[in-house]
C-alpha cells in the first residue's frame, strides 16, 4: 500500500523559510514522480514543483520559481520542498503526490494534479505579513 506523509509546515512570519519533506512507503519501483501541490483557501490546487528519479530532471512552476527548492533522497524515499522568502500569499495547505507512471517532470504532468494518483493528506503553512 502506498503511502505518503507530508511533514514540517507551521506558521512563519513574511521573509521566513519553511522546509517541508514527504516520506514515501509502498512504491515497488524507485523510479516514480514526485510533486509539491498547494491549495490556497478558496483557490484550486497548484501545482508547485515536481522531480523524477528516473530522468533526473526538475520542474517549477510560476509561484515558486526562484524562491523553492525541490529535492529528493531516494535511499530514504524522502523528497523535500525548501521554501524561502515565504509570503502570505504562500499560506494553504501542501500536498505530496506521487505516480510511477510518470516519468519526465514537465509542465504538462505537474501543473495539474489529475496526473497524479497518490496522495499525501497535506500540510498546512501559515505566513503571516
Known amino acids: 500500500q502506498v503511502q505518503l506523509v507530508e511533514s514540517g509546515g507551521g506558521l512563519v512570519q513574511a521573509g521566513g523559510s519553511l522546509r517541508l519533506s514527504c516520506v514515501a512507503s509502498?512504491?515497488?519501483?524507485?523510479?516514480?514522480?514526485t510533486a509539491w501541490f498547494r491549495q490556497a483557501p478558496g483557490k484550486e490546487r497548484e501545482g508547485l514543483s515536481c522531480?523524477?528519479?528516473?530522468?533526473?530532471?526538475?520542474w517549477y512552476g510560476d509561484s515558486g520559481k526562484g524562491r523553492f527548492t525541490i529535492s529528493r533522497d531516494n535511499a530514504e524515499n524522502m523528497v523535500y520542498l525548501q521554501m524561502n522568502n515565504l509570503q502570505p500569499e504562500d499560506t494553504g495547505v501542501y500536498y505530496c503526490a506521487a505516480d510511477p507512471a510518470l516519468s519526465l517532470a514537465t509542465e504538462q504532468f505537474c501543473a495539474n494534479d489529475v496526473h497524479f494518483r497518490f496522495w499525501g493528506e497535506g500540510t498546512e503553512v501559515t505566513v503571516s505579513p
Open positions: 509502498g512504491f515497488t519501483s524507485d523510479y516514480y514522480m
Open positions: 522531480i523524477s528519479s528516473k530522468h533526473q530532471n526538475i
